[in-house]
């Protein structure tokens, strides 16, 4: 990786943070970091081990629990929130990452998680395909 590719590849990452609600594609987001789509695909793969889509995905879901916690909105409330536009590929993803649906983890009770500090639930509870990698290879 070149010496500033890595600066650009940031930018491009704080701007899905920011901005995960928003449509965000590889095209926007390479002219985000000044790259071409499938340098900037290759080169973010490579810095944070998963592809930008998958990263923006783990992002909306990391806020859909915080919004499906509160459990003041409903799935598809939650779904549109965050920026999916189809609430079977959102259930899907969020099934996927979570280990259960959207509606249950909504109806399970999150009071433990209430006396916790919000830094410390994100980061216990942030979805990883990392996790799933190792679990997989477990069994």
Known sequence: MKPGELKHL???RDLIDREYARPLDVPALARAAFMSPAHFSRQFRAA???TPYSYLMTRRIERAKALLRRGDLSVTDVCMAVGCTSLGSFSTRFTELVGE????YRARGH???AIVPGCWTKHVSRPSRNREAQVSSAL
Do not use: D, L, Q, T
């Not at 649906?101 to 249950?104: C, K, L, Q, V, Y």
């Open 10 to 12: 940031r930018r491009a």
């Open 48 to 50: 944070y081990g998963e």
């Open 101 to 104: 649906s959207p509606s249950a």
């Open 111 to 113: 009071a433990e998680s």
